[in-house]
């Protein structure tokens, strides 16, 4: 409760919510709650809202700066007191919930063809709950591997392409080769393991959650949803080609020991190129390859940034009306190349922009067409299944502290009781 009076404290301080406003001059007012963060990232989002004021006077969009960091609770303190903003900067993995609670208004018939043609259905289906669909997804992020690559090449590896993949098997065989004397072949940051975990695992067919006929879900970890588990479990303990100490640490936190040569590869998310691009040293080389592939290929789960329009908004029509605004091609592609992500939208991926050699940005696109909705996409009690149950299992797995059964009883006996509370 302290935390959610607290973050209800900073969304009044940063502006609150109109709900939809209007002035005593008839002028309608929406305030937009962006998450954006780089630098690129905010001064982009805010350069489309004013271009919406300059040419909408009658309703104009407030930027209200809000922030990754415990968003969940911020939002849900907001919605419950009556406060959240009329646009909705969020990620699909965290919708669910609001979706259901009837916080988020359903955008269907309000948005227009060109829009919703333009983003492919397994995008949109990450924002569907029932019936209705609450949220637009346009940016996503596959998650890459970075390689330092005067190392790779010198190791005389087979470098791997879109085309031609690692397997998870063939990784495991090159970062021990690329491993010695105080030098790691991977560093995985798995300070939050859950997602990572979830979302390559659907390159070997992993699911882990598995709904029935009526409609309820529940967790099963089998041969599947072992596959990345046990390869990073044995890097790290058995073949020591993965740094112990990175386990805990966040993918930021592996950069100075990727630069300083003490890691060949990094695990990370497309956008960490921004960061590297900046920090590398001067004559650091390095490049994006693919993620491992499985049985079903280089797929992999994202969970894209959305934007949702709230049910208490009371000018739900021009709201959609911005989001269309907001989300036409040559903007998606001014918003993907600010946070350095992919931009969902067909037209906008097309933009040779996004086809460079240069940063991977190739690399990155080729991958667009095997993004699939995350695992836990429409998992009523998902947040609290991470946090509880599956963060600290897989935390310990890792580590070595327990072996595969114990996670295998944690994340399904666990797990099942949390998620059958949300299932009633």
Same mark, same amino acid.
């Given at each position: 409760?302290?935390?959610?009076?607290?973050?209800?404290?900073?969304?009044?301080?940063?502006?609150?919510?109109?709900?939809?406003?209007?002035?005593?001059?008839?002028?309608?007012?929406?305030?937009?709650?962006?998450?954006?963060?780089?630098?690129?990232?905010?001064?982009?989002?805010?350069?489309?809202?004013?271009?919406?004021?300059?040419?909408?006077?009658?309703?104009?969009?407030?930027?209200?700066?809000?922030?990754?960091?415990?968003?969940?609770?911020?939002?849900?303190?907001?919605?419950?007191?009556?406060?959240?903003?009329?646009?909705?900067?969020?990620?699909?993995?965290?919708?669910?919930?609001?979706?259901?609670?009837?916080?988020?208004?359903?955008?269907?018939?309000?948005?227009?063809?060109? #829009?919703?043609?333009?983003?492919?259905?397994?995008?949109?289906?990450?924002?569907?709950?029932?019936?209705?669909?609450?949220?637009?997804?346009?940016?996503?992020?596959?998650?890459?591997?970075?390689?330092?690559?005067?190392?790779?090449?010198?190791?005389?590896?087979?470098?791997?392409?879109?085309?031609?993949?690692?397997?998870?098997?063939?990784?495991?065989?090159?970062?021990?080769?690329?491993?010695?004397?105080?030098?790691?072949?991977?560093?995985?940051?798995?300070?939050?393991?859950?997602?990572?975990?979830?979302?390559?695992?659907?390159?070997?067919?992993?699911?882990?959650?598995?709904?029935?006929?009526?409609?309820?879900?529940?967790?099963?970890?089998?041969?599947?949803?072992?596959?990345?588990?046990?390869?990073?479990?044995?890097?790290?303990?058995?073949?020591?080609?993965?740094?112990?100490?990175?386990?805990?640490?966040?993918?930021?936190?592996?950069?100075?020991?990727?630069?300083?040569?003490?890691?060949?590869?990094?695990?990370?998310?497309?956008?960490?190129?921004?960061?590297?691009?900046?920090?590398?040293?001067?004559?650091?080389?390095?490049?994006?390859?693919?993620?491992?592939?499985?049985?079903?290929?280089?797929?992999?789960?994202?969970?894209?940034?959305?934007?949702?329009?709230?049910?208490?908004?009371?000018?739900?029509?021009?709201?959609?009306?911005?989001?269309?605004?907001?989300?036409?091609?040559?903007?998606?592609?001014? #918003?993907?190349?600010?946070?350095?992500?992919?931009?969902?939208?067909?037209?906008?991926?097309?933009?040779?922009?996004?086809?460079?050699?240069?940063?991977?940005?190739?690399?990155?696109?080729?991958?667009?067409?095997?993004?699939?909705?995350?695992?836990?996409?429409?998992?009523?009690?998902?947040?609290?299944?991470?946090?509880?149950?599956?963060?600290?299992?897989?935390?310990?797995?890792?580590?070595?502290?327990?072996?595969?059964?114990?996670?295998?009883?944690?994340?399904?006996?666990?797990?099942?009781?949390?998620?059958?509370?949300?299932?009633?």
């Amino acid at each position: 409760m302290r935390t959610r009076l607290l973050a209800l404290v900073l969304l009044l301080l940063l502006g609150g919510c109109s709900a939809g406003g209007t002035r005593d001059d008839g002028r309608i007012t929406l305030r937009f709650q962006s998450l954006a963060w780089q630098e690129e990232s905010v001064e982009a989002n805010k350069q489309l809202v004013r271009e919406w004021n300059a040419t909408h006077p009658d309703v104009r969009v407030e930027y209200v700066q809000g922030s990754w960091d415990s968003v969940h609770d911020q939002l849900l303190t907001a919605f419950e007191g009556g406060e959240a903003p009329d646009i909705v900067h969020d990620a699909s993995d965290d919708l669910a919930d609001f979706a259901h609670g009837g916080y988020l208004a359903d955008l269907t018939g309000l948005l227009p063809a060109r #829009l919703t043609s333009d983003i492919p259905r397994r995008s949109w289906e990450t924002t569907t709950f029932g019936n209705g669909v609450y949220g637009v997804p346009f940016l996503q992020e596959p998650r890459v591997l970075i390689a330092n690559a005067t190392w790779l090449r010198r190791s005389g590896a087979r470098i791997p392409t879109p085309e031609q993949p690692w397997t998870w098997e063939e990784f495991r065989g090159i970062t021990e080769r690329l491993s010695g004397p105080g030098r790691f072949g991977v560093a995985w940051p798995l300070k939050e393991p859950v997602s990572a975990t979830l979302n390559l695992s659907l390159s070997a067919g992993g699911q882990l959650f598995h709904r029935g006929p009526d409609g309820k879900v529940t967790v099963r970890f089998g041969a599947a949803e072992e596959v990345v588990p046990r390869t990073v479990h044995a890097q790290a303990n058995t073949d020591r080609s993965a740094s112990p100490t990175t386990l805990g640490s966040g993918g930021s936190d592996t950069l100075p020991g990727f630069f300083a040569g003490r890691y060949a590869m990094v695990p990370l998310g497309f956008s960490y190129r921004q960061q590297i691009a900046q920090q590398a040293p001067k004559g650091f080389a390095w490049q994006v390859l693919p993620a491992p592939a499985g049985a079903d290929g280089l797929i992999q789960g994202v969970s894209p940034q959305t934007l949702s329009i709230a049910e208490d908004c009371r000018h739900k029509k021009e709201a959609a009306q911005f989001l269309a605004f907001f989300l036409r091609p040559a903007s998606m592609v001014r #918003l993907a190349l600010g946070d350095w992500m992919l931009p969902t939208g067909r037209q906008a991926l097309k933009d040779p922009a996004l086809h460079r050699h240069k940063d991977g940005w190739d690399i990155g696109t080729a991958l667009a067409e095997h993004l699939r909705p995350a695992p836990a996409q429409s998992v009523r009690g998902y947040p609290e299944w991470k946090d509880k149950v599956a963060t600290p299992a897989f935390q310990e797995y890792y580590s070595g502290a327990i072996g595969i059964g114990e996670l295998r009883r944690r994340l399904e006996r666990d797990g099942n009781l949390v998620l059958a509370r949300y299932q009633r």
